[in-house]
């Protein structure tokens, strides 16, 4: 999971930054795009800000990310999780959950909406918010 973790930091760097950038980052953005979905089988957008201490029990098989979301520091994540928004339209417009620092989420969670999560917050196996 480290070399996920790195591959998405720099994929995060490159994504974000202006088009000459992203366009000579490329090549690592399609490694850890084939990286994240065909190995892990784990859809962490590379626009999703991600903070540090960010951990993934399980290899995270079946979890899926929104580009929008915001998650802090000391955050763990258990498979089968979404993380996700509940409007359509362009990316750019939808509203994603913003997660607080120490935060520990169960499997099977459903996390949808422009909704904030507390620090210090355990959400529990199932649960749907």
């Known amino acids: 999971m480290k070399l996920f973790m790195l591959l998405y930091r720099i994929s995060h760097i490159f994504c974000m930054s ?3 950038v992203r366009i000579i980052g490329l090549p690592i953005r399609i490694v850890y795009f084939f990286y994240a979905s065909y ?3 784990f859809d962490l957008h590379e626009r999703a800000t991600i903070g540090k201490g960010f951990i993934i029990w399980h290899r995270g098989h079946g979890s899926v990310i929104h ?11 258990r498979h089968n999780t979404t993380i996700g928004s509940n409007q359509i ?9 913003i997660i607080g620092n120490n935060v520990h989420i169960g ?8 909704i904030t999560i507390g620090d210090n917050s355990i959400i529990g196996a199932g649960s749907v918010v």
Do not use: E, H, W, Y
């Open 107 to 114: 499997a099977n969670c459903c996390i949808i909406g422009d």
């Open 18 to 20: 202006n088009k000459f």
């Open 39 to 41: 190995i892990i089988g």
């Open 67 to 77: 580009p929008n979301s915001k998650i802090g520091d000391n955050v763990s994540i």
């Open 89 to 97: 339209g362009t990316l750019g417009t939808q509203r994603a959950p």
